[in-house]
């Protein structure tokens, strides 16, 4: 005993030795530890969202200031060729091919998920569907480096950058998550706390759908109608849709997807791009397009204050600095002709390819019966990350840049009213046809806002939100959002707002559209009732009843615990050998977790929509005095299945 007692006196020795100075550590700690709670006493999330606006504006500054000196690597070589035509055209073709078979080599080889904005993507995860894939740390490098090199490629491929930017802001919100689980050492519950930071850095138009909405008709809840344009405009993932059969005779319609695929990416994208580098051309068609300018630059000279129309007969022929209205004014065509030429070659109809039917391998169903906006169409099928906003923001500013300068020519003197003649200023024009136009295309109202706060023109916003208003009217009675339609054509869980406003629809209960075959388990049960109910369907929970003389129903079984439940137990009609546990009941040896959340067979569909929005619920089951009656699931509510058509 006394040598024991020795020996752990040894050893408290030895460790007070490697720590000295205990006192000094322990005032250091309690430091530490009050500074600690005084920073945190607002609350960690503040500070983990200042690193993500910190971040993301360091990323999106870098990417700015790399993309522009890359921008004037090409001008400047551009110009400093000469006048030979060939190395012109060269110069203008080359450059932007390399960097998008780069963009979509790179990210393609790192994860298939880079290509896009990723907003349809990021509308699921908020509506409570797990894509792990798109959140992931490598995605994040691989649509960074991407997404540079298709900004390089300037006014050739006309793309943007805004849905990119907020994918790379989710992906780094959820990673930052995760860190804030790590030093705060709380664990998340189900992932409940990647939504919760995620609808940070979403704009407005990511939001979900308001409630106050309504169905198609009194019968049918909704019937998905994808228009034309959405399927090629919102499927990036498959460039091989754009059947184009002079320039890809190696896509062989029977040719397997995995062979053809990863080499036809790249090639793709060089074929697409050679072919928008050729019609923008300066010394080409792009000469009527004012296709030297970049999308900055575009937008700068659209919302140009002054009107075009009056300073047209005065130019001198020469640019100006500051004169980028000069790339609109063509000698030969006028300001009014290059900007219809412009709209016509960016924003036209093409008629149905007569003859045609969709290949074999073309996914969704892709037609291309009809074609708008076919250059970016065209471009919109590189798979290369790259955001579609901006070319339509700058498409609806082009289109009231037009209808201003047209105004301005019929009334030279302004628009007469009370009072002195009010000039007309094609600007105003400009930004209510941005507004309008890319509101119309995303079912947004906030563009208004936008435009008006990004150009500080105030006197404009009532005109500009009465034109988003209409246009958002218009387009959200005839087709889906953009957003919504890449949801569609994808596949991927979506509940889309209901439509209609008549009272009728008010009066559908749940009851005329739930589901009424439930596979249901009783306390009860044993090993072969739990084996039927796993073999009769595949769903991630099961409700429990009382009795099953009695559906009174008590609670919910996960699937897993009920396949352990088969792993723990023998089959009644097994031989006798190695015994894996007692028989017995689901109701011992299940955790049964109980419902927080029940329907009612008179809940109306409006109800049960709100709810599924705003709890971000996947299936609900319906009760009528406490048994079970039924369940309605997103399907259901989508008029999928279950519901009645007409």
């Given at each position: 005993?006394?040598?024991?007692?020795?020996?752990?006196e040894?050893?408290?020795?030895?460790?007070?030795s490697?720590?000295?100075c205990?006192?000094?550590?322990r005032r250091?700690?309690?430091?530490l530890q009050?500074?600690?709670?005084?920073?945190?006493?607002?609350?960690?999330?503040?500070?983990?969202?200042f690193?993500l606006g910190?971040l993301?504006?360091?990323i999106?500054?870098?990417?700015d200031i790399?993309v522009?000196r890359?921008?004037?690597?090409?001008t400047?070589?551009?110009?400093e060729?000469?006048?030979?035509?060939?190395?012109?055209y060269?110069?203008w073709?080359l450059?932007p091919m390399?960097l998008?078979a780069?963009s979509?080599?790179?990210?393609?080889?790192?994860?298939?998920?880079?290509?896009?904005s990723?907003?349809p993507?990021l509308k699921t995860?908020?509506m409570?569907?797990v894509l792990?894939?798109?959140?992931a740390i490598?995605?994040?490098?691989?649509?960074?480096?991407?997404l540079?090199?298709t900004?390089?490629c300037?006014?050739?491929?006309?793309?943007g950058?805004v849905g990119?930017?907020?994918?790379?802001s989710a992906?780094a919100?959820a990673?930052?998550g995760?860190?804030?689980t790590t030093?705060m050492r709380e664990?998340?519950?189900g992932?409940?706390?990647?939504?919760?930071?995620?609808?940070?850095?979403?704009p407005p138009?990511?939001a979900?759908c308001?409630p106050?909405?309504?169905?198609?008709?009194?019968?049918q809840p909704?019937?998905p109608?994808?228009?034309p344009l959405?399927?090629?405009l919102i499927?990036p993932i498959?460039?091989r849709?754009?059947?184009v059969?002079?320039v890809?005779?190696?896509?062989?319609p029977h040719?397997?997807s995995?062979?053809?695929?990863?080499?036809?990416?790249?090639?793709y994208t060089?074929?697409?791009?050679l072919?928008l580098?050729?019609?923008?051309?300066p010394?080409?068609?792009g000469?009527f397009m004012?296709?030297?300018?970049t999308?900055?630059?575009?937008?700068?000279?659209?919302?140009?204050?002054?009107t075009w129309?009056?300073?047209a007969?005065?130019?001198?022929?020469v640019?100006?600095?500051g004169?980028l209205?000069?790339?609109w004014?063509?000698p030969?065509a006028?300001?009014?002709?290059?900007?219809?030429?412009?709209?016509?070659?960016?924003?036209?109809m093409?008629?149905?390819?007569?003859?045609w039917?969709?290949?074999?391998?073309?996914?969704?169903?892709?037609?291309l019966?009809?074609l708008?906006?076919w250059?970016?169409?065209?471009a919109?099928?590189?798979?290369?990350p790259?955001?579609?906003?901006?070319?339509?923001?700058?498409y609806?500013a082009?289109?009231g840049?037009?209808v201003g300068?047209?105004?301005?020519?019929?009334?030279p003197?302004?628009l007469?009213s009370?009072g002195?003649?009010?000039p007309i200023i094609?600007?105003g024009?400009?930004?209510?046809g941005?507004?309008?136009?890319?509101g119309?295309?995303?079912?947004a109202?906030?563009?208004a806002?936008?435009v008006?706060?990004a150009?500080?023109?105030?006197g404009?916003?009532?005109?500009t939100?009465?034109?988003v208003l209409?246009?958002?009217?218009?387009s959200?009675?005839?087709?889906?959002?953009f957003?919504?339609a890449?949801?569609i054509?994808k596949?991927?869980?979506y509940?889309?707002?209901?439509?209609?406003r008549?009272i009728a629809?008010?009066?559908?209960?749940?009851?005329?559209?739930?589901e009424r075959?439930?596979?249901t388990?009783?306390?009860?049960?044993?090993?072969?009732e739990?084996l039927?109910?796993?073999d009769?369907?595949?769903?991630?929970?099961y409700p429990?009843?009382?009795?099953?003389?009695?559906?009174t129903l008590?609670g919910?079984?996960?699937?897993?615990?009920l396949?352990?439940?088969l792993?723990?137990h023998e089959?009644?009609q097994?031989?006798q050998g190695e015994?894996?546990a007692?028989v017995g009941?689901?109701?011992?040896?299940?955790t049964?977790e109980?419902i927080?959340?029940q329907f009612?067979p008179?809940?109306s569909?409006?109800?049960?929509?709100?709810?599924f929005q705003l709890?971000?619920l996947?299936r609900v089951?319906?009760?009528h005095?406490?048994e079970?009656v039924?369940?309605v699931?997103r399907a259901e509510?989508r008029g999928?299945?279950g519901?009645?058509?007409g």
């Amino acid at each position: 005993r006394g040598e024991k007692e020795e020996e752990v006196e040894r050893v408290l020795v030895s460790e007070h030795s490697w720590r000295p100075c205990p006192t000094a550590r322990r005032r250091v700690r309690g430091c530490l530890q009050w500074m600690k709670r005084q920073l945190f006493r607002v609350g960690e999330d503040w500070y983990f969202l200042f690193i993500l606006g910190v971040l993301m504006a360091t990323i999106s500054f870098t990417m700015d200031i790399i993309v522009t000196r890359l921008h004037l690597a090409h001008t400047w070589l551009y110009r400093e060729i000469g006048d030979i035509g060939v190395l012109k055209y060269l110069s203008w073709t080359l450059y932007p091919m390399a960097l998008a078979a780069f963009s979509t080599g790179f990210s393609q080889s790192i994860t298939p998920h880079s290509g896009g904005s990723g907003i349809p993507e990021l509308k699921t995860i908020l509506m409570g569907v797990v894509l792990e894939d798109y959140l992931a740390i490598q995605n994040f490098g691989a649509k960074v480096v991407g997404l540079t090199c298709t900004l390089t490629c300037g006014s050739t491929v006309f793309l943007g950058k805004v849905g990119p930017y907020v994918h790379l802001s989710a992906m780094a919100a959820a990673y930052l998550g995760k860190m804030r689980t790590t030093v705060m050492r709380e664990y998340e519950v189900g992932g409940c706390h990647h939504p919760k930071i995620l609808n940070t850095p979403h704009p407005p138009w990511v939001a979900i759908c308001p409630p106050c909405v309504s169905i198609c008709s009194p019968y049918q809840p909704w019937v998905p109608q994808c228009h034309p344009l959405c399927t090629l405009l919102i499927n990036p993932i498959h460039p091989r849709c754009l059947w184009v059969p002079p320039v890809c005779p190696y896509v062989h319609p029977h040719m397997p997807s995995s062979l053809c695929l990863p080499c036809s990416k790249p090639v793709y994208t060089v074929l697409v791009v050679l072919l928008l580098a050729s019609i923008t051309f300066p010394p080409g068609l792009g000469q009527f397009m004012a296709s030297r300018l970049t999308m900055k630059e575009h937008l700068i000279s659209l919302f140009d204050n002054r009107t075009w129309g009056l300073l047209a007969p005065n130019a001198s022929g020469v640019a100006k600095p500051g004169g980028l209205w000069q790339e609109w004014d063509h000698p030969s065509a006028t300001i009014y002709g290059t900007l219809t030429f412009f709209l016509l070659m960016k924003v036209t109809m093409a008629s149905p390819i007569s003859g045609w039917a969709p290949p074999t391998w073309c996914p969704h169903g892709v037609t291309l019966s009809v074609l708008q906006f076919w250059m970016l169409i065209l471009a919109t099928t590189l798979p290369m990350p790259a955001g579609y906003f901006m070319p339509i923001f700058i498409y609806g500013a082009a289109i009231g840049r037009l209808v201003g300068e047209v105004v301005a020519l019929l009334f030279p003197q302004g628009l007469h009213s009370e009072g002195p003649p009010r000039p007309i200023i094609p600007a105003g024009y400009a930004l209510a046809g941005a507004a309008a136009f890319a509101g119309s295309v995303t079912h947004a109202v906030s563009t208004a806002l936008l435009v008006c706060e990004a150009t500080g023109h105030m006197g404009h916003i009532l005109p500009t939100v009465l034109a988003v208003l209409v246009a958002n009217a218009i387009s959200q009675k005839n087709q889906p959002s953009f957003y919504d339609a890449g949801i569609i054509v994808k596949k991927l869980p979506y509940l889309p707002p209901i439509r209609s406003r008549h009272i009728a629809s008010y009066r559908v209960a749940v009851e005329e559209f739930m589901e009424r075959r439930v596979v249901t388990l009783a306390k009860g049960d044993g090993f072969q009732e739990v084996l039927v109910a796993l073999d009769a369907s595949a769903d991630a929970e099961y409700p429990v009843v009382e009795s099953t003389g009695s559906p009174t129903l008590v609670g919910t079984v996960s699937r897993s615990q009920l396949v352990t439940f088969l792993q723990s137990h023998e089959h009644p009609q097994a031989p006798q050998g190695e015994k894996l546990a007692t028989v017995g009941t689901l109701g011992d040896d299940c955790t049964i977790e109980p419902i927080m959340l029940q329907f009612s067979p008179w809940t109306s569909l409006h109800q049960a929509y709100h709810l599924f929005q705003l709890l971000k619920l996947q299936r609900v089951f319906v009760t009528h005095s406490g048994e079970l009656v039924g369940a309605v699931s997103r399907a259901e509510v989508r008029g999928e299945k279950g519901g009645k058509k007409g």
